[in-house]
DNA sequence: TATGAATGAGGGTTCATTCAT
DNA sequence: TATGAATGAACCCTCATTCAT
């Protein structure tokens, strides 16, 4: 009798910790910070509205915290994947294209989060997320690596590295913003899983294309 | 704009829509449609809350007012542009995308509705504005050229020409939606004027290499 | 062309006032003064509203009005009624009762309004019309006709004649205003036509057992 | 009484529902549905206006809880003098219906709820409680009693049991709905206490030589 | 007389946050 | 740690009424 009613969510301090940032990341991605509610994350949750003061200080502290929960293993990933390939060649830039637009793909939440992110908190100059530092190394060693590329000769010399970089992120980040739907609207007869292997071949062709030195172009 | 706070109550029914629209195509940059508040709107025009009301449905119903008088004449511009020039060449294609980028960079309040729709509406599948027919037509004209190009050879005829479109149209739109601050937050340490410049050519650059047809490449 | 745009509702005070006014009594019989909008009114009476204000001070000086309207031959025609009849006897009190049952089955928006009146207006007192006059000469002319009833011997001398005018006002109009929909809602699976009759002959019936001198009484 | 706006932000649930329910009851009795400020129930309450809605859905959800809990006991306590007299008589009769009005009497704001209801709300087909069986009962008991009093020969065989109810009911509902001021204004020059009582005796007067049998008759 | 734009005071309701328990 | 009652500042919208035309 004494045990009874305790059991039923007896402290388990990670647990709801937990239970709260995933019902968050889910009420943001869905309606951005400003429409998030943060009576449905507790439900969500399923802990009471007081207990997500304990855990963050306001909305916008759970906010940042589900940024960073979620764009940490995208940054990680990331700089393995810079970091892994030990000799950079034509290859190796192509994977790593496919691999970010994989990776894209299989969290679609990323990219709605960036969506928002893009809409709302970068136009008031805030960071990505608080460990700014990560994503400002993902880029300086994307870029290093696009320098080796020049430096090997397969990379034309008269490209800036880092719009480089830059070029290939935004039409995989975009592609997955828009969710396949062109912003002008196409439906092209087609199955929806088809579009997204047939849009990265046409991307990856065009970009390698348009970034490959001449005598090193796939066609 | 000295006479803009004036007599107000002196009738000029259109002059007061003029003012409502305005302001709210300003709040809804801002903020989107979540965080947009008539009040601030209402303010900003200089009239009263419930007047609002008197011009539109409800909130929603300005938001929409919003959109397709924001994205009416981006649409028409695109549409007139693509039917002016008779024969379609290397040069028009360039002078085409050049077009565009300029004209997100002239009207930075398109490229960041289009971004508070891309995290928000897109994804509930509501249409980037009531006329969407307009918003098709340019599309499908677009790739109706682009397969001229395909015709007169000097277009890449493996390629999808509705995919080289949104090829090019989301590189110009995502560079004005981050604002040139690429989502891996670059600083090259030159003027931002330069830096919209510098990427428009770089993607220019880019582009053609990799769409143009060999014997037709820039470089 | 210059009488095209005119001639659609053109200057005809007398209709106009009267369109308010019926559609006034429409939207309060419905409503309720405190319920009713004045902008419905306006719309089903096909005028702006502005133009309320031309015949009326206000919401309440219109609400009035339509008490006024709607009651004034309600009162009138009991007035008749009461004077009509020469000499009083059995007949004549009954046959007052039905007609009065069956005036407020022919309009039931009285009904309502009475209803409404009772809800909200009479508990603060306000009168029924502004010409009260006419609804106390009612009461006063039917106690009077009772009275004669009592010289004449068919009505009881013990009970007060305005309560008797009550006893049957009362249960007509409480049946109208409960549209045979008993408080404790019964659905006795007949006619809702035929329940009306049946009714009336039991009221009646009751009523003249209970009001009527012994040696008169129907059965 | 004195303590009423204390210490609040102390821990009384109870307490707090009970104050809404009852100020909710006095603005409603006042005001009617739509006349009722959720703003004024706060007020009386001493609460602040949210907190109505974490204890109702919203303003009608309060409305209802609101008929309920006043109009629960007035059914649960028919119900109980219905079944508390084992063999029913004449005097048993009279007793009813005397407690009937007494009741209407001591609960005068259960009266002009009614008269709402009846002007708003029967109109729309809506019920008059949502525990509507609890009504119904009290008409079917109400009935059966009477019909106990045909078998047992007091009561006139011809009459319907139910318009029996029903005839005494609407008499004592109407009064207090129209608080003795008659619907014809009258005023008989005596106290209004008086004028309860005097009523109340004229009106049993009636209703039992209208409905007993005649052997049986007071007079 | 007729019109409908303009006004501003609330109306019901939501919501992030605090706090006693 | 956990709970949910309590708080109060907005928020969107309605509405009777006024007034320039």
Redesign the pocket.
């Known amino acids: 009798m004494t045990e009874s009613r305790q059991s039923?969510?007896?402290?388990?301090?990670e647990?709801?910790?937990r239970a709260i940032l995933d019902a968050a990341r889910d009420e943001f991605v869905a309606h951005g910070f400003?429409?998030?509610?943060?009576?449905?994350?507790?439900e969500a949750a399923?802990?009471?509205?007081?207990?997500?003061?304990?855990?963050f200080?306001?909305?916008?502290?759970?906010f940042d915290a589900v940024m960073e929960d979620t764009l940490a293993p995208y940054f990680n990933g990331m700089l393995d994947m810079l970091q892994s390939a030990e000799v950079p060649d034509l290859d190796l830039l192509e994977d790593s294209v496919r691999r970010y637009f994989q990776f894209l793909h299989d969290n679609p939440h990323v990219a709605r989060l960036l969506a928002w992110w893009f809409a709302d908190q970068a136009w008031e100059g805030k960071p990505l997320t608080r460990k700014q530092g990560v994503a400002e190394a993902v880029e300086l060693l994307g870029a290093a690596r696009i320098r080796e590329g020049q430096d090997a000769g397969f990379v034309r010399r008269d490209l800036d590295p880092a719009l480089v970089i830059k070029t290939f992120i935004d039409m995989c980040v975009m592609w997955h913003m828009s969710k396949g739907r062109h912003m002008l609207h196409t439906a092209p007869g087609e199955e929806q899983a088809d579009l997204d292997a047939r849009y990265l071949d046409h991307m990856v062709d065009v970009f390698l294309n348009g970034v490959v030195a001449p005598e090193h172009r796939p066609r």
């Open positions: 039923r969510r007896t402290r388990d301090p647990r709801s910790r400003t429409g998030g509610r943060t009576g449905r994350i507790a399923g802990v009471p509205q007081g207990l997500l003061y304990h855990y200080d306001n909305k916008e502290g759970l």
